[in-house]
């Protein structure tokens, strides 16, 4: 993990806030907020600083925060709104190494807006076709942007809460046609673990919960730590993108 965060830091020339990586998709439930924190502790525990951006008027993360055992080092802003969410997104990532946004489950101009500013959209869908249709809108949302703002905004679905066991022909069919129509899945997917909701009963990080009173930890932290490995290397993959087109 390390390693390749140190890759990244060279090929982005060592600049700070080398990322903006946003969670984004219309569906409820659909993983959103549970990815997005164990994505940010996991890169807690190797870089300086972490800032997630809570901006679903919820607060589930902002929620999750107040509990005990949230890194130091992992700062979560709770005022965002669509007035000041780009300023928010901006001064977050002068002061942070990675700057994580949880929007809320519906399509607003908070939801664009801070998509504007991503080095990388997550679009975080559970394998099944209704959901994956719900997170095309979210793919769609991805490239009206782009088209708006005339600028070039990565992205990458993520499956999750799927079945440990197996991967289905159903997950297989849906990988093929975003790939299709030219979206990156990722290789790792988010499995249905009760770790994962534990960490917003108890709070603090995967490492730090009881396994004698969670099950399947161990399991939790080796995939959480994949999926982390997997934005990185997405990440320093559209780095290289870019250095190669400058
Ligand atoms: N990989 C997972 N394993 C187990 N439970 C999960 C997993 N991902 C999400 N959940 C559970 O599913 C529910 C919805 O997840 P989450 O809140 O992360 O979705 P969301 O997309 O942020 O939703 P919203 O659109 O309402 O903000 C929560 O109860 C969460 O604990
Ligand atoms: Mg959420």
Redesign the pocket.
């Known amino acids: 993990m390390l390693t390749v965060t140190r890759t990244l830091w060279r090929t982005t020339g060592g600049v700070r806030a080398i990322a903006v990586i946003v969670?984004a998709s219309p569906k409820?439930?659909?993983g959103?907020?549970?990815s997005?924190v164990l994505l940010a502790c996991e890169l807690a525990a190797s870089v300086h600083k972490v800032t997630v951006i809570d901006a679903?008027p919820?607060r589930?993360?902002c929620a999750w925060g107040r509990l005990p055992g949230r890194p130091d080092n992992l700062t979560v802003i709770e005022d965002a709104t669509e007035d000041t969410i780009i300023r928010t997104i901006e001064d977050a990532a002068k002061a942070s190494d990675y700057v994580i946004v949880?929007?809320?489950?519906t399509a607003t101009m908070m939801v664009a807006f801070a998509i504007s500013r991503a080095n990388l959209v997550i679009v975080p869908t559970q394998p099944s076709q209704l959901d994956a249709a719900q997170a095309a809108k979210a793919v769609r949302l991805v490239r009206k942007q782009e088209e708006a703002f005339k600028i070039s905004i990565p992205m990458a679905v993520l499956f999750t809460r799927s079945n440990a066991a197996i991967q289905t022909r159903d997950q297989r069919r849906l990988q093929e046609s975003f790939e299709n129509s030219g979206v990156t899945v990722f290789d790792v997917r988010l499995i249905e673990r009760v770790a994962y909701r534990a960490l917003f009963a108890y709070g603090g990080t995967l490492t730090s919960l009881d396994p004698a009173q969670v099950s399947g930890v161990p399991a939790a932290i080796e995939n959480a730590r994949a999926f982390a490995i997997a934005v990185l290397s997405t990440l320093e993959a559209s780095a290289l993108a870019r250095a190669e087109v400058a």
Request: charged share 25%.
């Open positions: 969670f409820g439930g659909a959103k907020s549970t997005a679903d919820n589930p993360v949880d929007l809320e489950g």
